[in-house]
């Protein structure tokens, strides 16, 4: 049973709000009947979907206002106009302390960019990432960046990783998760200036981070880390190209099995062993991702999912608050700034 502390839901937030919203709270209570949620949103619609959620009710505040962030929105624009909206109290609930942390299935840039202003980051990070789970051949592994940042510097790709080790030890509960840049090849010649970089400083850096090197595309499905950093460019690129591919074969297996009678028979004595591949790669077990380094928990869901895909995103946000999550970050972070700082007057000597 999870500890009592409450989560802020940007109710308006989604392809399907408030509807999934609401549902998704009532299957994560279930699961964590201690926690809380301040629903933020149009009280109308809220309210009705409540009612219908009697033992939910009852751990739940809706906090009215009617003004919500489109798909649309640019984030400039949200900034300027948008905090009397539905996401931007649901982050202001965190920051005034009303809340442990934050699950929205809403606009990605209008949240980075609310959260990012109304929170801050935390000491020594210089950029927040999106960081999810993804399947693998041997299990789960963590990306990094997948869309935050299209540039990076060395810094900020060290911080990923940092960020990243963090974030894979609360949610796979691996002791000494292994961290790998990813490139196009796993020479330590090969890539840009920037990566060689990185590599560098994570070598020599004293913390007790299990640094693999260079991985290629192809070792992200194969599980050859647990923790994958990139740029948000490329790690947006290869999370797309995944699930596009995922898609494709789908169809391909669906197409086959329409081909012909004895397909249709193979598929029935064959539903078991497929129903198990579909639960292991039901993109709703992986819906959750963490902006991770702001001086807070944020959770972004899929815009697009249902109500057992958000409850899974406030899943994610529960197991953030009660692993301290960004303790642990602040803790390695300042460590690494501690060496560099030592070894500067040393570079500077010789």
């Not at 202001?92 to 202003?117: C, F, I, R, W, Y």
């Amino acid at each position: 049973m999870s500890a009592a502390f409450t989560l802020s839901l940007d109710a308006m937030g989604g392809d399907a709000a408030p509807s999934i919203v609401v549902k998704g709270a009532g299957l994560a209570h279930v699961r964590y009947p201690n926690v809380r949620f301040l629903l933020h949103g149009d009280e109308a619609q809220i309210k009705p979907l409540l009612d219908a959620e009697p033992a939910l009710k009852s751990h739940c505040t809706i906090h009215h206002t009617t003004e919500v962030v489109s798909n649309d929105d640019k984030p400039s624009q949200v900034i300027r106009s948008g905090r009397q909206t539905s996401l931007w109290k649901a982050i202001e609930a965190v920051k005034n302390g009303e809340a442990a942390g934050v699950v929205s299935a809403g606009n990605t840039g209008a949240l980075m960019a609310m959260a990012v202003l109304i929170m801050r980051t935390l000491p020594g990070v210089h950029r927040p990432a999106i960081c999810c789970l993804l399947p693998t051949k041997v299990g789960e592994s963590t990306m990094l960046d997948l869309g935050a940042n299209a540039q990076c510097d060395a810094r900020n790709l060290v911080e990923f990783a940092v960020m990243g080790e963090c974030f894979s030890r609360a949610m796979l509960g691996l002791a000494r998760p292994s961290v790998g840049l990813l490139n196009i090849g796993s020479e330590d010649l090969k890539g840009t200036d920037v990566l060689r970089e990185a590599a560098q400083i994570l070598r020599g850096s004293h913390l007790d981070i299990e640094f693999k090197g260079f991985i290629e595309g192809d070792d992200i499905a194969a599980g050859t880390v647990d923790v994958v950093v990139t740029d948000g460019f490329t790690g947006n690129v290869a999370l797309k190209t995944m699930e596009g591919t995922a898609k494709l074969y789908s169809s391909f297996l669906r197409t086959a099995i329409k081909s012909s009678i004895l397909a249709q028979i193979g598929m029935v004595f064959a539903q078991s062993v497929l129903s198990q591949v579909k639960a292991r790669t039901d993109p709703r077990r992986y819906n959750g991702a963490l902006l991770v380094g702001l001086n807070g928990i944020v959770v972004k869901s899929h815009g697009g999912t249902d109500a057992l895909g958000f409850s899974n995103a406030i899943g994610v946000a529960v197991d953030m608050v009660e692993r301290d999550l960004n303790t642990a970050i602040g803790q390695d972070l300042a460590r690494i700034k501690a060496e560099q700082a030592a070894e500067a007057p040393a570079q500077v000597g010789s």
